[in-house]
């Protein structure tokens, strides 16, 4: 007999009724559908897209230059395909969502969609792909109800399709197959994945098991800079030599898109730079009046016509003989079909935007020289890659050219016009290297001084016995003291000019650090604002200078350094700066001027780097490059006290003023020079620190 304890224990609500076998079996049944032979171009049209805030079947004659690229994605021909274009072109809707909802709805098979990262591919999940299932019926009806079925980084479809959402890790692109791998926005991917080598090899290795069903897909708007400023092309559409999916577009069938010009028939490319618009006016109106010019017969068409030359375009491929021919015509044996879409194609992208953000990036290098947005707007908005237009080393700073460029400013002598003075101080392993350069209001620059302090100060342990070791011996730090007074004269006048800023490295082997940091504190008790650290970011995307302690606080713990301020700086950009004044061949604006008379190694250090796809790094065999690191500190410095504004400010500050009235300017003594020496004075000498008066330094920027 069940007691009330048991009966309680038992009841439960009862097991859901059995299915009908035929609810089973249609359940099943797509299972046992073959794949059809309809190309992603057909299927498309049975998923949705949102447009303008609704929900709409995706359309072909929207970007039908994608049509082509499409078609390709069942090829039994090419196991790879490779599209560069800017955005607002469709191609991660060509190219990413619509073989996706082919491979559900119509070739059920094993698919990976990598991102970037963990967080981008958790991001594309949650949102484009979760949104692209959810608003298309037919999808929605396919996604697995059973646990498991729809996760965020992997979704079972009935019929067969399985779909991981993935991203470039070695866990990842080991030991799995896949029929089908895409890759979205490509260029942001690591270019080196834990060792093994970039992505796409590895993507591709993936689906060799699915013979010639297997296809890979990248598709990225071009981040990698032009690595050879004199490169010309050898074969109608060939690219620069750049890194990333530009690299792979090169190792392709080379696809460029052609418009049919209305007037004279002639096929033509419709690049960015055939775009006419007006010399004067805002941004804006001169992007409102741009036209595309044909180069054959030189008329202008109108933007109202691009959807009818998208409509009516063609993509011409390289073949093995340089002639250009479409892709069905190709008789050259190649893997990867390639193809790049330009700016002024893009379909979303109206040519009035792409002039008015171009001018105004332009117009924002010229004033701060700072290349972070010009070089977004080639990439995003063209869709080319950027050559730096501080050149490449290996050509524009080479050291005989930047020899035969020398000037005849006076060595150790301020020239006419100097408005302020700085000094950039590199701690080395023995040694610190100074470098002393006198600005302009206008940011040009003459390098007038460069030492090594190689001597302990007298009141540091056994300084007689052993060579200065910033690392170990914090005493030995005191032999900068002198250098915020030393006194340059100005040439012409009477009066000379200390420094407004000595800016110093805090990073280097161990050790250095913390004695930089407890350095700065003395020194800020002494000179106020004057003496200043300086340490390249990690991050390559950094802005060019930031001001900051060395730790977060909002790390959580505690930090001793919190009240140290650092000038962060972005090394390549700024190195891309120092070679653009270093290249420029006239007098005026940022200008850096290298005297005859400076120590002959300068010229050789500032050309010991060259600009790679993974930055500015050194020349095989070169030792030394403190020349331009401290250029690249003086110029963080110069930014950071607002040198950058004086031009534009209306009233200039006190420690920029051209004259003795400057409040870093002092009378000249016996002791300290002639006013205006007849020669340059060769010799090193390191003054005694005079007596400083109390005066007003530049406010503190952070």
């Not at 092309?233 to 990333?244: F, L, N, S, V």
């Not at 730096?388 to 020899?403: C, D, F, I, N, Y």
């Amino acid at each position: 007999m069940l007691t009330g304890e048991t009966e309680r224990r038992f009841d439960v609500e009862p097991l859901p009724p059995f299915a009908s076998p035929e609810t089973a079996l249609a359940r099943v049944l797509d299972a046992f559908q073959p794949a059809t032979r309809e190309t992603v171009l057909a299927v498309a049209p049975r998923r949705r897209i949102k447009d303008g805030g609704n929900w709409v079947d995706w359309r072909a004659d929207v970007a039908p230059y994608m049509d082509e690229p499409m078609e390709l994605v069942t090829s039994r021909r090419f196991d790879s395909i490779a599209l560069v274009g800017p955005a607002r072109c469709s191609k991660s809707e060509a190219l990413v969502m619509n073989p996706v909802a082919h491979a559900i709805l119509a070739n059920p098979r094993q698919v990976a969609v990598f991102s970037a990262s963990r967080d981008t591919a958790r991001r594309w999940s949650d949102g484009a792909l979760s949104d692209l299932i959810a608003h298309s019926p037919e999808l929605a009806e396919r996604l697995g109800k059973r646990q498991g079925d729809d996760n965020q980084f992997s979704k079972r479809f009935r019929g067969g399709c399985r779909l991981a959402v993935a991203y470039p890790v070695k866990t990842q692109l080991m030991q799995v197959s896949y029929d089908l791998v895409i890759g979205t926005d490509y260029d942001a991917f690591p270019e080196d994945v834990e060792g093994d080598g970039e992505a796409f090899p590895l993507m591709r290795k993936r689906t060799e098991a699915a013979g010639s069903r297997a296809m890979t897909i990248i598709e990225s708007s071009p981040r990698f800079p032009i690595l050879d400023e004199t490169w010309q092309p050898k074969t109608p559409h060939e690219a620069p030599p750049c890194g990333g999916i530009v690299g792979v577009y090169n190792s392709g069938t080379r696809g460029r898109l052609y418009w049919t010009c209305p007037d004279c028939g002639e096929l033509f490319e419709p690049r960015f730079d055939r775009l006419r618009y007006p010399d004067e006016g805002t941004p804006a109106d001169r992007g409102a009046a741009a036209e595309m010019a044909c180069p054959e017969c030189g008329v202008c068409l109108p933007h109202k016509l691009k959807r009818a030359l998208n409509a009516g375009a063609v993509w011409l491929h390289e073949d093995a003989d340089g002639s250009l021919v479409r892709i069905h015509e190709l008789k050259r044996a190649v893997d990867t079909v390639s193809f790049w879409i330009p700016g002024p194609a893009a379909a979303l992208a109206p040519w009035s935007r792409l002039v008015s953000r171009y001018l105004e990036a332009e117009a924002a290098f010229a004033a701060t020289q700072e290349e972070t947005g010009l070089k977004t707007v080639v990439n995003v908005e063209l869709g080319l890659p950027y050559l730096p237009r501080g050149g490449l080393s290996g050509v524009s700073l080479e050291e005989t050219t930047l020899r035969n460029a020398a000037t005849d400013h006076r060595w150790q002598v301020c020239p006419e016009g100097t408005a302020f003075v700085t000094v950039a101080v590199d701690v080395q392993k023995g040694y610190f290297s100074v470098q002393v350069e006198a600005w302009r209001h206008n940011l040009e620059r003459v390098l007038i001084d460069r030492y090594d302090l190689v001597t302990p100060p007298p009141t540091a342990p056994r300084h007689a016995a052993r060579r200065l070791d910033p690392a170990r011996y914090a005493e030995d730090w005191a032999v900068l003291d002198a250098i915020g007074g030393r006194v340059y004269p100005v040439q012409g006048q009477s009066h000379g000019l200390a420094p407004v800023a000595v800016m110093i490295d805090c990073g280097g082997e161990a050790g250095v650090t913390s004695r930089a940091y407890s350095y700065w504190r003395r020194m800020q008790m002494r000179a106020p604002n004057q003496y200043h650290l300086v340490r390249g970011a990690s991050q390559k995307n950094a802005p060019r200078i930031r001001i900051a302690a060395p730790e977060s606080s909002a790390k959580g713990k505690r930090h001793a350094a919190r009240d140290v301020q650092i000038i962060w700086l972005n090394g390549d950009t700024l190195k891309g700066e120092v070679a653009a004044a270093l290249s420029r061949e006239d007098d005026g604006d940022r200008k850096l001027h290298l005297p005859r008379f400076a120590p002959p190694q300068i010229f050789a250090e500032y050309a010991a780097e060259r600009l790679t796809k993974d930055g500015w790094r050194k020349r095989p065999g070169v030792q030394r490059n403190e020349a331009l690191d401290l250029s690249v500190y003086a110029l963080a410095g110069a930014i950071a006290i607002g040198a950058e504004k004086i031009a534009e400010a209306a009233k200039v500050p006190a420690w920029a003023a051209i004259g003795p009235e400057n409040v870093m300017a002092r009378p000249l003594g016996k002791a300290e020079g002639r006013s205006d020496p007849e020669t340059p004075d060769q010799t090193d000498p390191t003054p005694a620190p005079r007596k400083r008066s109390r005066v007003r330094r530049p406010k503190k920027r952070w």
